[in-house]
């Protein structure tokens, strides 16, 4: 679905970083390096954003 809000891990505010990390990966930088950027040091975090999979996509497709 969306990216949390906050990390479930340790509570930090992730969910205004996605839009530009995933702009930037698109763009074919490093994920290690865009997140190193946008502050996040903790491995919660950081996993927070390299294991989210986008599957609104794949649910529109199917009707109620």
């Known amino acids: 679905m969306h990216i949390p809000v906050r ?5 930090k505010l992730i969910g205004h970083k ?3 990390f ?4 698109d763009k074919g ?3 290690e390096k865009v997140l190193d950027s946008l502050g996040f040091d903790r491995y919660c975090c950081r996993r927070m954003f390299i294991s989210h999979v986008e599957v609104m996509d794949e649910i529109k497709k199917y009707p109620r």
């Open 22 to 25: 995933k702009k930037r990966v």
């Open 7 to 11: 990390c479930f891990t340790c509570g």
């Open 29 to 31: 930088e490093d994920p």
């Open 18 to 20: 996605w839009e530009e």
